[in-house]
C-alpha cells in the first residue's frame, strides 16, 4: 500500500511515495504542470470562467447550477458539460500537463453538478438524437469525455468520484462499471473536518472496493490542526490501510502540515503500540519508514 499526500503547492514531501497536486482548481485558479507530481486538473467548476462569461452554466427547469440558486444546495458553480468549446480548451489543458514530465493526470468534477442538470438546450437536444434515455444519455457524455481525456496521457490515468455509491449515476451521470475502461485506478475523496466519527469512512471504503473494477486511491482531509484530531486520523488511517487499497492520500495545504502529521505518527508511542496490538502491519511499514527520515 503507498502512502501519499495532496497539496496545493507543487511540493513533494519525503516518505511519500505519491504527490498530487491541484493544477487546475475550482476558483479557475491555473497553476504550471508540476514534475514528478499528479497533477489534478478541474474540469466543470470553474468560478473565474463563469464570472467571465455566465453564459457557460450548466441549467435545469429550476435554474441554473450556481451557489446563489436555493433551489440547490450547489457547493460551486458548474459549466455545462457539452459545451464544445470549453471542452476543447479543458482537453487542450489535459494535453498540455501530459507532454511534460508529470507522474500521472487526474480529472475531478468532469461530470453533471445534480441530476436535474443539463438541460441546456444544446444538452436537450443532443440527448433528444441520440434516442438514449436521460440516465442513459448523461453517463454516456460523462463516460465519452473521460476516453478522450485518457486518450492524451499515457501516464497513469485516474478520477475523482463523488462518494455516493448507490445515486452517482443518477445524479451525476457516473457509471463506474463504463468508467472503469478508461481509467487506471478510481480516487475517492472521503473529506471531513476531523474523523473522531469514523465508521462512515471504514463503510465507504468496502463498498468502493467491492464496487470499483479498479484500484483505489482513498483520500483524507489532514489539515486538521489539533493534537486530538491528528490522533483520529491516524487512527482512521490506519483502518483503511487494512483494506486492499492501493494508496491513501492525506489532503494538506502545505509541506509542512505533511511532516507534522509523520512525526506526530513516530512520536505517539500509544498509537504505534496500538498499531502492534491489532496487526496494521501495512501502517507499521509506513511508519517505520517515517522514522528514518522525522
Ligand atoms: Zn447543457
Redesign the pocket.
Known amino acids: 500500500m503507498k502512502i501519499g499526500t495532496v497539496i496545493y503547492e507543487p511540493t513533494i514531501v519525503d516518505g511519500f511515495d505519491i504527490s498530487v497536486y491541484y493544477s487546475k482548481r475550482v476558483d479557475g485558479v491555473v497553476g504550471k504542470p508540476a514534475k514528478g507530481m499528479y497533477n489534478d486538473i478541474t474540469c466543470f467548476v470553474d468560478a473565474k470562467t463563469l464570472r467571465e462569461r455566465p453564459e457557460l452554466v ?2 435545469s427547469e429550476n435554474g441554473p447550477a450556481t451557489r446563489t440558486n436555493k433551489a440547490f444546495t450547489l457547493p460551486w458553480d458548474f459549466v ?4 464544445e468549446e470549453y471542452q476543447s480548451s479543458i482537453l487542450r489543458f489535459i494535453e498540455d500537463t501530459a507532454k511534460e514530465d508529470v507522474e500521472g493526470v487526474i480529472l475531478n468534477l468532469y461530470h453533471f453538478p445534480e441530476e436535474k ?4 438546450d ?2 436537450s437536444k443532443q440527448q433528444r438524437e441520440s434516442g438514449l434515455d436521460w440516465l442513459e444519455w448523461r453517463a454516456q457524455t460523462v463516460t465519452d469525455f473521460i476516453r478522450r481525456a485518457k486518450k492524451l496521457v499515457k501516464q497513469p490515468f485516474g478520477i475523482e468520484i463523488w462518494p455516493d455509491p448507490i445515486l452517482a449515476k443518477e445524479r451525476f451521470g457516473l457509471d463506474f462499471e463504463a468508467l472503469a475502461e478508461y481509467v487506471d485506478f478510481f480516487h475517492v475523496p472521503l473529506s471531513s473536518h476531523n474523523y473522531v466519527t469514523m465508521y462512515w469512512v471504514d463503510t465507504l471504503t468496502r463498498d468502493f472496493k467491492k464496487l470499483l473494477k479498479k484500484p483505489i486511491f482513498i483520500e483524507l482531509s489532514a489539515e486538521i490542526p489539533r493534537d486530538v484530531e491528528t490522533k483520529a486520523l491516524l487512527r482512521t488511517v490506519a483502518y483503511v490501510s487494512s483494506h486492499d487499497v492501493e494508496a491513501i492520500l492525506l489532503l494538506v495545504h502545505d509541506a509542512e502540515r505533511a511532516k507534522e502529521i509523520c512525526r506526530t505518527a513516530v512520536n505517539d508511542s500509544n498509537y504505534r503500540g496500538w498499531l502492534e496490538k491489532f496487526g496494521f502491519e501495512n501502517m507499521n511499514k509506513i511508519i517505520e519508514r517515517w522514522e528514518k527520515i522525522y
Open positions: 450548466a441549467l455545462c458539460p457539452t459545451n442538470f443539463c438541460t441546456c444544446r444538452c
